[in-house]
């Protein structure tokens, strides 16, 4: 069925644009439910607008990896954006992921922490994984090449809809507003004026964590909206592989639960320029590529979900968060390329201490 395997938040948020708030989030996904929970913690009234329900945005569609660093492997982050910087985001994204966790409270979020296997797909990816280990070692991570992958031990997964669920279902009462679609902000320097339909908000200050979506509200930000596909299987009774596997620059990806469904994704650089696209329903040649590879690496089960969800690309590769030029009172925490789960939280943190 084309439909994303992971189960929505059972919890209803329903409600409608309030006249009035000091200040407004918009979008319910892993950025925006963590900025909810960041801003409780510093006492800050703040209301969450989702114009679906909370994770039906690429938050409760995605691999639920979490992965240390961004999509590149640390010896190409370390040319890209300097030794510094690169140490950093691994040092935020391996805190990401432990605070992340710490904030579920202990409700069943489906995590383990197995590490990854990062796994090359052609020689140039062999040696920058090589080159990886050693600057990662020098620089105090814990990675291990065994000969034909790089092993990055503190890696783990999630169930990212229940991980939603699990924020979302901190929230204060009334803080959480599902079908309400804002149509248009206008920034002032007292405030903002965010419009939904007829309705209207006087707020205070806006935060967007609407993430691929941004452009549609304001299209001057650059984010790239791109398409991501995966299906799941039906459980294997066998252990298929040992870890969540991550290959040929991050295009290919696949993991198994502990209840056996096989999840697989990726395929997209087959397609670059179809994959650019608002469209969230998956395609039959991206599907066909799935398919092969669910058979290649000897699962038996049949499929039984396909999906696609809508990620934003920055051009730096990293995300979006701070005051928004040229929009006074309002602020962005967005362009997760493809990595939100492992940035999101941590992201969202420094965006509400900002404030
Ligand atoms: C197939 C796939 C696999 C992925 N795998 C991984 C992975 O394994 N690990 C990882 O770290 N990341 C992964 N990602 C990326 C990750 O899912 C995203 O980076 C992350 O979910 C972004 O979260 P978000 O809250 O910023 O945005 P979203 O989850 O997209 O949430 C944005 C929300 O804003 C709402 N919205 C939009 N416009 C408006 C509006 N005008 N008014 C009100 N509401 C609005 C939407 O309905 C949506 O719910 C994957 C993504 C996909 C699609």
């Not at 995605?62 to 040092?91: D, H, I, M, P, T």
Request: aromatic content about 8%; overall charge negative; hydrophobic content about 40%.
């Amino acid at each position: 069925m084309t439909a994303p395997f992971w189960t929505p938040p059972p919890e209803k948020y329903a409600g409608r644009l309030p006249g009035k708030a000091d200040l407004v989030v918009i979008g319910g996904g892993i950025a925006g439910t963590s900025l909810l929970w960041h801003l409780a913690r510093r006492r800050i009234d703040a209301v969450l607008l989702e114009r679906h329900h909370i994770a039906w945005g690429a938050s409760g569609r995605n691999a639920g990896f979490l992965l240390a660093g961004v999509a590149s492997s640390y010896a190409e982050a370390v040319k890209a954006y300097g030794r510094q910087k690169a140490r950093e985001v691994w040092e935020i994204t391996n805190e990401n992921h432990d605070r992340m966790i710490e904030a579920a409270r202990g409700q069943d979020v489906g995590h383990r922490r197995r590490g990854t296997a990062v796994l090359p797909a052609s020689e140039e990816e062999r040696a920058l994984l090589i080159e990886s280990e050693q600057l990662l070692q020098e620089d105090g991570f814990i990675a291990r090449w065994d000969g034909t992958r790089l092993i990055n031990p503190r890696d783990g997964e999630i169930d990212p809809s229940a991980m939603v669920a699990a924020l979302a279902r901190q929230a204060s009462a009334g803080a959480i507003r599902e079908g309400v679609n804002v149509t248009s902000l206008t920034a002032r320097r007292h405030g903002v004026t965010v419009t939904s339909g007829e309705d209207m908000c006087e707020a205070g200050v806006v935060i967007l964590a609407i993430n691929a979506y941004t452009p549609q509200l304001v299209p001057s930000v650059k984010i790239q909206p791109i398409r991501a596909q995966m299906a799941a299987t039906a459980p294997e009774s066998k252990s298929v592989f040992d870890m969540p596997v991550y290959s040929n620059f991050g295009y290919r990806y696949w993991r198994q639960l502990a209840s056996g469904e096989v999840l697989i994704g990726g395929w997209r650089d087959t397609s670059l320029e179809t994959e650019k696209t608002y469209d969230d329903e998956p395609t039959p040649e991206i599907q066909e590529h799935l398919d092969r590879a669910v058979s290649e690496l000897g699962v038996k089960s049949e499929v039984t979900h396909r999906w696609a969800g809508t990620m934003g690309f920055t051009e730096s590769g990293l995300p979006m968060a701070g005051p928004l030029d040229g929009m006074p009172n309002v602020y962005i925490c967005a362009g997760f390329t493809g990595h939100g789960m492992g940035f999101a939280f941590m992201t969202a943190k420094g965006v509400a201490e900002s404030i």
